[in-house]
Structure formats: C-alpha cells, structure tokens
C-alpha cells in the first residue's frame, strides 16, 4: 500500500480490478469492498464515549475530560469529568470525584464535589464529604463523612436561616 495518492490507471479490456477509493483523512487507496475495508479502516473516535479501567488494573494519575468513566480496578487520583462516573463493586478509588453523575459500588476514599447526582449501591462504602443535588442510599452501603444534598446555593443565600443566639 504505497502512502502516496495514487491516480488508479485505467483497467485492460477484459480484466477487472475493484475499484479504489482514497480515504479523505490519510490520501491512502483503500480497498471498496466491505470486509477489506473494515479490516483497514481506522475506528472513529467517539466524543463522550466510555472509558474503563478494568478490574486486574491498577493506576495512579489524573482523570479529566468528557464522557463516561468506570473503574473496575484500583485508580489513586483525582477524577474531573463532564460525564458519569461509576465504580464497579470490588473497585476502589482514593481521590476526589468531580462528576455529573457518581455511582458508587466499591470503595471511595475522598470527597465527591457538586454531583447532580450520588446512587451508593449495596456493598458500597464512601469515606469522605459528599456534595450533590440528590442521592440513592442502599441497604448494606456504609459512609463516613458530612454530606450535603438537596441543597441550590442561590436559594441558600436567600433563606434567612436562624442563626445561634438570634432567639428566631
């Protein structure tokens, strides 16, 4: 395969050649039969997809960008996504978790920032402040830290709280 536009040079009479097609984002003939090109094709790259680490992975590092993370591994790190975040049961993480949406059912140690949404599943154990608009508590789950939820901070500015020694 030569990494060179080619212009295909007409076929002799009588003999057939499958026609060629170059690819728009390397000018390289591929082949335009279905199963050749499938084979050589480079896959898409899908924005918001999934990520796993899987559960004989260990890590340390930094999760940031778009999309959806499972851990079903070990990861040590902070984790900043613009998606979900799920840890698998069996899983754990010590770091802190910014997300849209966090389903814990391994181990976290670390706080989780401003989660729309928590769901702790059966068997999940969070060891750390929580903050999120709403969260699922199963039976069996186990935590260890202060938690907020159900809370705007606009509409926490605007109500007039009682405050200690005010007599409201």
């Not at 076929?11 to 170059?22: E, F, R, S």
């Not at 480079?42 to 590092?61: D, F, Q």
């Not at 260890?144 to 939820?149: A, C, D, N, T």
């Amino acid at each position: 395969m030569a990494l060179w536009k080619e212009t295909p040079t007409p076929a002799a009479a009588g003999t057939a050649t499958p026609p060629t097609a170059i690819s728009p984002e390397r000018n390289v003939p591929e082949p335009t039969s279905t199963a050749a090109a499938t084979l050589r094709r480079p896959k898409e790259r899908v924005e918001g997809g999934e990520s796993i680490i899987a559960a004989n992975l260990t890590i340390e590092g930094k999760i940031e960008g778009t999309g959806n993370v499972r851990i079903a591994g070990r990861f040590k790190g902070d984790v900043r996504i613009d998606g979900n975040f799920n840890i698998e049961p069996g899983a754990h993480l010590t770091g802190q978790v910014l997300a849209a949406v966090v389903v814990v059912g391994g181990e976290l140690q670390g706080n989780i920032e401003s989660a729309k949404r928590l769901d702790v599943l059966e068997g999940g154990i969070i060891v750390g402040d929580v903050k999120a608009g709403s969260i699922t508590v199963a039976a069996g789950s186990r935590m260890r830290g202060h938690v907020e939820f159900g809370w705007d901070e606009d509409k926490v500015s605007k109500i007039d709280l009682p405050r200690a020694g005010d007599g409201k």
